[in-house]
């Protein structure tokens, strides 16, 4: 079983983040996770880069367009967006980018909420198996898996990556 420096890789996704919006409240960047894991990264993520403006969250249940291959969820949370995102950049933070369809469908909710001036994608894992052209700017793992492996974030506390199925 392969362990994960989480914490260090977080570290540096956040610097990267960082790096790429320089301080100041007037341009300051809007942070939304994904419900759940995605949640889970953003909150670190947030806490390291000290955002002044509130962590935000979406569930993109009711935007999939995967219900008859993966079913409805069957607890539906709702999406919490305090800010106006019209003209704001946003950083939109997943756990797993796999095959996109989960980003499509945060974006499209986003844009419910107004247009933002720029999305900047961070993922904690970015694996093989794109159906959507879909890319993250922020990266903290690269995995290649086989098609019936599936890598899973469990947490919040502590936060920890697993990889299930495959041959053993």
């Known amino acids: 079983m392969t362990s994960y420096d989480l914490e260090a890789i977080l570290d540096e996704m956040a610097d990267n983040l960082k790096a790429r919006f320089p301080t100041g409240l007037n341009d300051e ?4 996770g994904i419900h759940t894991g995605g949640v889970w990264v953003a909150e670190a993520l947030h806490k390291r880069m000290g955002l002044s403006a509130p962590l935000c969250t979406i ?8 219900f008859t291959r993966i079913g409805m969820h069957p607890q539906v949370l709702p999406s919490k ?3 106006n995102v019209e003209g704001r950049a946003i950083i939109l933070v997943d756990d797993v980018l796999y095959t996109g369809r989960t ?3 945060a974006i499209n ?13 961070a993922s904690l894992v970015d694996r093989d198996g794109r159906e959507l052209p ?8 690269h995995m290649t898996l086989e098609a019936d492996q599936q890598v899973k ?6 936060l920890e990556l697993s990889i299930s199925g495959g041959s053993d």
Do not use: C, K, W
């Open 81 to 83: 967006v305090h800010s």
């Open 29 to 32: 960047p809007l942070m939304i």
């Open 59 to 66: 569930n993109i249940s009711f935007y999939r367009d995967d």
């Open 109 to 121: 909710e986003i844009f419910d909420y107004g247009r933002p001036g720029s999305i900047t994608l």
């Open 153 to 158: 974030l469990s947490g919040p506390s502590p």
């Open 134 to 141: 879909m890319q993250a700017d922020i990266v903290g793992l």
């Open 103 to 105: 980003i499509r469908a």
